[in-house]
């Protein structure tokens, strides 16, 4: 039985995530690739969720350190791509979401980001999260693939140790091997049962891990249905990786959204998250 708890309202800048509020986006490119390439799309989503009035954290990592073959691109490292993200923050004025991987990241990144995430490989790492949490940002905690949806408790017990309550949790599937990873929608009001806001990875959810021997493989297909299940559920948050030209993204290229196809899919989106959540949709 799913029991009643009170959600906690996370701010994120100006921003606020959960209690009820319409859904946040998480979006951007899985890796920064160049300069250029994130003050574009920084920019072009930017514009895009100020239209549709949609509040909005800028995503990209600096390092992927959890690639599956040795000489895939990870990123420029964390200085470069650190330095891209703060001016990504100067010239568009949005907030800003990275992933850390080890707690040498964690203060260099902190001074730039306001979301520090803690990918799902990583999910049960203490002193990484411990880390996050003394960060005094937001922490965003991927849910392991390999973990019961119950059991993130005790990832949040280690942030919020810290004195730290401003934490998302982000679902994206789990795995069963065998290349596949699967929705179970039952996870989304369990993880709400922590009290903390609810994010949906509609496209690392499609993920086919190793799928493509020295890549992960993909199924973009089923990014939209996905999506509007979550929202249909009532999470506080979708993540998104998009990019302006998905077939020739550095990272997750079968999973990134293409980015001229995005606002239909919020348009429905955003109906259906003012339908659950019993509210008149803002007109944009």
């Not at 999973?255 to 196809?261: F, G, I, N």
């Not at 919020?266 to 803002?282: C, N, Y």
Request: neutral net charge.
């Amino acid at each position: 039985m799913v029991r009643e708890v009170t959600p906690q309202v996370v701010d994120i800048g100006p921003l606020q995530c959960g209690g009820g509020r319409p859904f946040i986006l998480i979006a951007g490119p899985c890796v920064i690739e160049s300069r250029d390439s994130a003050l574009y799309h920084a920019e072009r989503l930017r514009i895009l969720t100020d239209r549709l009035h949609i509040p909005f954290v800028y995503k990209s990592s600096f390092d992927k350190a959890n690639r599956t073959a040795l000489h895939s691109f990870r990123g420029l490292g964390r200085d470069e791509g650190l330095a891209i993200l703060a001016e990504v923050k100067r010239t568009f004025g949005v907030l800003v979401l990275t992933d850390v991987h080890s707690t040498d990241d964690v203060q260099a990144a902190a001074a730039v980001a306001d979301v520090l995430q803690i990918p799902a490989f990583l999910c049960r790492q203490t002193d990484l999260l411990l880390a996050a949490g003394h960060s005094g940002r937001v922490v965003n905690i991927k849910k392991g693939q390999f973990l019961a949806p119950w059991d993130i408790k005790y990832a949040v017990e280690k942030v919020a140790s810290t004195g730290n309550q401003r934490i998302l949790l982000t679902e994206r599937g789990a795995s069963f091997g065998y290349n596949n990873l699967v929705s179970d929608f039952r996870s989304l009001p369990i993880l709400a049962q922590t009290g903390y806001p609810v994010i949906y990875d509609a496209t690392h959810s499609v993920q086919l891990p190793g799928g493509q021997g020295s890549a992960s493989g993909g199924q973009r297909e089923f990014i939209a249905p996905l999506a509007r299940a979550a929202v249909a559920v009532g999470v506080d948050g979708l993540f998104m990786e998009v990019h302006q030209t998905p077939e020739r993204a550095l990272s997750d290229s079968t999973t990134a959204y293409p980015l001229d196809q995005l606002e239909p899919l919020l348009q429905v989106l955003l109906v259906l998250d003012a339908t659950i959540k019993g509210r008149e949709r803002t007109s944009s």
